[in-house]
């Protein structure tokens, strides 16, 4: 049930033990992919686990609204980049999930994350919450949930891509792939000893762009959300259980 199309009766009705609250960002992923990229992949994942979820159990599931705007100022030199601090994203998703689970609302809640640069930010709320009683909140990042895929994760490179040209091919620049490829790295990061050099993006990717994004396809696509869809139910699951 997604919270933004329902009416406050239909929640209060459903009586949800669990929740999904979608997290992304708005940031510059090359010159083929859309700002929101991050924020479209949490959001297709959350729901699709989460109708599979109730599909599976016949028990609902709240769909909170995305939170679009995530840790991500290491984009900042690409034109529409938004980003807030760590400490206000923090605040921002704990006190979203405090009021998600006020009352008689669900009893847990699942992140779901689209962005690596919220991970960090995420863990540490979700154990905050947890400890403090409010909910049993679990982060989950869909990009390490599908399997040998991971290993290809860069940024609007061949994941993401794939996965927005199954989910939302209109989006995507298809006469801008060989720019992307041309402009990006094939790694992320400026390393020397084991440490990251590059404190922006653009430090080592002309354009945003890690990773090569010829090399996603739709049928690919297809498979990230089948893969990431299963991985979240099981995590609906687990935290069901312990909740």
């Known amino acids: 049930m997604r919270l933004a199309d329902a009416t406050w009766t239909d929640v209060r009705d459903a009586d949800a033990d669990l929740a999904v609250l979608p997290v992304g960002s708005t940031e510059g992923h090359g010159p083929h992919a859309p700002l929101g990229t991050d924020a479209f992949t949490a959001e297709t994942v959350a729901e699709a686990g989460a109708d599979a979820y109730e599909t599976e159990t016949d028990e609902p599931v709240l769909v909170a609204p995305t939170v679009p705007v995530g840790i991500s100022e290491e984009h900042r030199a690409f034109d529409g980049t938004?980003?807030?601090?760590?400490?206000?994203?923090?605040?921002?998703?704990r006190e979203t999930v405090e009021s998600l689970a006020a009352?008689?609302?669900p009893d847990a809640v699942v992140l779901v994350n689209g962005h690596g640069g919220n991970t960090d930010a995420l863990r540490e709320v979700a154990a905050r919450l947890t400890r403090d009683g409010v909910a049993r909140v679990a982060p989950f990042t869909w990009f390490e949930a599908v399997g040998e895929h991971s290993s290809d994760m860069g940024h609007a490179g061949p994941l993401e891509t794939a996965f927005?040209?199954?989910?939302?091919?209109?989006?995507?620049?298809?006469?801008?792939?060989?720019?992307?490829?041309?402009?990006?790295?094939e790694r992320w990061g400026d390393?020397?000893?084991?440490?990251?050099?590059?404190?922006?993006?653009?430090?080592?990717?002309?354009?945003?762009?890690?990773?090569?994004?010829?090399?996603?396809?739709?049928?690919?696509?297809?498979?990230?959300?089948?893969?990431?869809?299963?991985?979240?139910?099981?995590l609906l699951e687990a935290v069901r259980e312990r909740s």
């Open 191 to 234: 390393w020397v000893s084991g440490v990251n050099l590059a404190v922006d993006s653009d430090e080592f990717s002309e354009n945003g762009v890690v990773g090569d994004p010829a090399a996603g396809d739709a049928e690919r696509g297809a498979e990230l959300e089948e893969l990431a869809t299963a991985a979240l139910v099981d």
């Open 103 to 105: 009352g008689d609302g």
């Open 82 to 93: 938004l980003w807030v601090s760590p400490d206000t994203f923090r605040a921002y998703v």
């Open 164 to 185: 927005l040209r199954h989910d939302r091919p209109e989006l995507v620049h298809e006469d801008r792939i060989d720019e992307a490829r041309e402009g990006g790295s």
